[in-house]
DNA sequence: ATTGACCCTCACGTAACGTGATGCCTTATA
DNA sequence: TATAAGGCATCACGTTACGTGAGGGTCAAT
């Protein structure tokens, strides 16, 4: 009924060498060892490997995957969950991606005019934007969270985005005196979720945090209402409503 | 006018080590070299630099870039058409994640229950109109064996199934002007091979047959080649290497 | 003229395996 | 039951794509 090596590899698709990788740095330890010494995997094991396998996809180095599994706050389900926003972000960039590409194809054939930034629109990959979100969730320390993220995105994507929240702000400011869980502000808080998303990988949980510190950060208070008195309270409202309906 | 190091780490989201690296590695080196030994990059530098992060992106080794940004034969459009494609092809296959991380979530919950009493609910691989020459091809128990298979499977795993075969036509189609014995039409051949073992089992020699009759029966031609003009003939080619290769 | 931000070249470090070398099991077939 | 083929094990060095200082020039602004 167990396994061995090289079955495992053919049924998830990696190398022999993977799993004596996994086993040494203790990553993936099979549950029981043949007389002989062959490594035996349980389906257990199997489980396992596949939630390792989940999180290598998101390139989580294999130390974190480690200490993730390792953790006793560990619960698969919201890992689940959680998986799911990083596959969501992680379509997102694609579709970046595509704008981008498809914008350069059009730049070749000489439509339009591209900027040297606007070219590389999409291609922030330069290290892991999911892992904050991981920490917070899995009880790493708590670091400053959006800041880091955003200085390492390419300047005309700064502004792109600062355009963007701007203009969710004014839609916001110009609906704030409707109910927070009407159509309109439903809608709106949605939008604001998915752009959310676009940047790092947000729970619902961690989406009502935010509105949290809307009204009780003076910092973000102020300057959100700026587009619309009482605009950072009503934007909490309306974040919570949103998170509570969708859990 | 030329960037320097930083300048263009920070435009497109990369390490001034990166830059160092590819310049040592002969992948990008700057137009030009300022008095001081400083690395100015060109606009024309910046382009080629998108195209690497473009087959970076798709994790191509650098080598295997280098190869093929100095091919005589590299048409910078196509190459742009062909990420395009494989882009679309990535976030088919996030979409797929998706469906399958939300159904084990709902399993988990114990919102539905995947009995095996759950069969053929109308569709099914017997509306196959090819059954008869696979019957012929490969005899009576091959066929009977993944039928029976599938129609085990439930409505939402016969549909995945299929928007996987599907996927994979799409991403041979995307190289199918590479040779047949290139490493990346092998590595997609042998995923197919696999694939089609994950439903019955297929020698290889039965795998070969598969692959002729693609270029033989016109039914199947036809069928194929709807996914890129030529594929047909390319598998045949890349299934006859792969077999012969593994024998 | 000095400071601070940027640049250079070594050169060793690292993550996640790949790739043999060498030798002990296990299993199908004669 | 022997024997060969193929799977498994443990070293142990190699590889890719950079990270990370160390030590030292360069440039623009104060």
Redo the contacts between chains.
């Keep these: 009924m167990p396994f061995k090596v090289k079955e495992v590899a053919?049924i998830v698709?990696i190398s022999v060498r993977t799993l004596h990788h996994y086993d040494d740095i203790g990553l993936l330890m099979p549950d029981e060892i043949s007389e002989s010494g062959y490594r035996l995997y349980s389906d257990e094991n199997l489980e396992t490997l596949q939630q390792i396998l989940f999180f290598r996809?998101l390139d989580f180095p294999l130390k974190r995957i480690k200490e993730i599994l390792t953790s006793p706050s560990f619960d698969?389900?919201e890992a689940?969950?959680l998986?799911?926003q990083m596959?969501?972000n992680?379509?997102n960039k694609?579709?970046q991606?595509?704008v981008s590409?498809?914008k350069?194809?059009q730049h070749?054939k000489g439509e339009i005019m591209m900027s040297?930034?606007e070219?590389?629109d999409g291609?922030?990959?330069?290290h892991n934007p999911y892992e904050q979100e991981a920490r917070d969730r899995w009880g790493d320390q708590a670091v400053d969270q959006s800041k880091e993220k955003i200085g390492?995105?390419?300047?005309v994507q700064q502004q792109n985005m600062k355009d963007e929240m701007e203009d969710l702000y004014n839609r916001m400011a110009a609906i704030r005196h409707l109910p927070p869980n009407s159509k309109e502000a439903q809608s709106l808080t949605h939008e604001w979720f998915t752009w959310l998303n676009t940047i790092g990988s947000y729970s619902l949980e961690a989406f009502k945090g935010l509105g949290e510190m809307y009204v009780n950060d003076e910092r973000f208070t102020s300057n959100i209402d700026k587009f619309g008195d009482g605009l950072a309270a009503f934007l909490n409202e309306s974040m919570t409503v949103y998170a509570n309906k969708r859990k």
Tied chains: 1, 2.
Excluded: P, W, Y
């Design positions: 053919e698709g996809e698969r389900e689940l969950q998986h799911r596959l969501l992680k379509r694609l579709d991606l595509l590409i498809d350069t194809i070749m040297n930034e070219k590389f291609f922030d990959f330069s390492n995105l390419s300047k």
